[in-house]
């Protein structure tokens, strides 16, 4: 990286990029909206996959630009206030490919199961808030001091229950942005 150039990264769920082979690009979209929440248009960037990891299902995008700039970011929970089962949250994603949509639940239990994967065993946890395709990669959110707080990313939900989303946890996605994102 020279001087003044910034990197710029996505983080997603893995399973949403699977038909992208490495070093291919992709667009990635990203909605504009009005304080009114109206859609008013929308931004594309280009980028790369730059890391997976399929035990917690994230994937992590590198956008070409080099000063990428956006103006909404989130807040990372700082782990002060750890997540606890029965907690309020929010899950934000794209569902069906509508416009953003936000949906609120409750902290359920933190799970590891099979689910036929290839590469074994993905650690996730539960919450009520209702999640549909395309709502994976999304962010799940915590209320703490009157911020919506990043606490996870959606990953998927039951299949035989819409009402259940499956997210990956904030300490998994700390592990993998560390191993593969450099300061």
């Not at 919506?148 to 592990?175: C, E, H, K, N």
Request: charged share 20%.
């Amino acid at each position: 990286v020279e001087s003044g150039e910034v990197s710029t990264f996505v983080l997603t769920a893995k399973h949403c990029l699977t038909s992208v082979k490495s070093g291919e690009t992709i667009p990635i979209s990203f909605p504009q909206y009005d304080a009114t929440t109206r859609l008013v248009g929308e931004l594309v960037y280009y980028g790369s996959v730059a890391a997976r990891d399929p035990k917690g299902d994230l994937a992590l995008i590198r956008l070409h630009d080099k000063q990428t700039y956006f103006e909404n970011t989130v807040t990372v929970d700082d782990g002060k206030n750890p997540v606890q089962l029965g907690d309020d949250c929010w899950a934000a994603g794209f569902p069906k490919a509508w416009a953003l949509t936000i949906t609120r639940g409750i902290i359920g239990p933190l799970e590891r199961q099979d689910f036929d994967e290839p590469d074994g065993e993905i650690e996730y946890r539960r919450a009520s808030a209702q999640v549909a395709g395309g709502s994976s990669g999304g962010g799940l959110y915590r209320l703490i001091d009157g911020a919506y707080t990043l606490i996870g990313v959606t990953t998927g939900r039951a299949s035989s229950d819409a009402f259940i989303a499956m997210w990956t946890p904030l300490d998994a996605i700390q592990d993998f942005l560390a191993k593969w994102v450099k300061s």
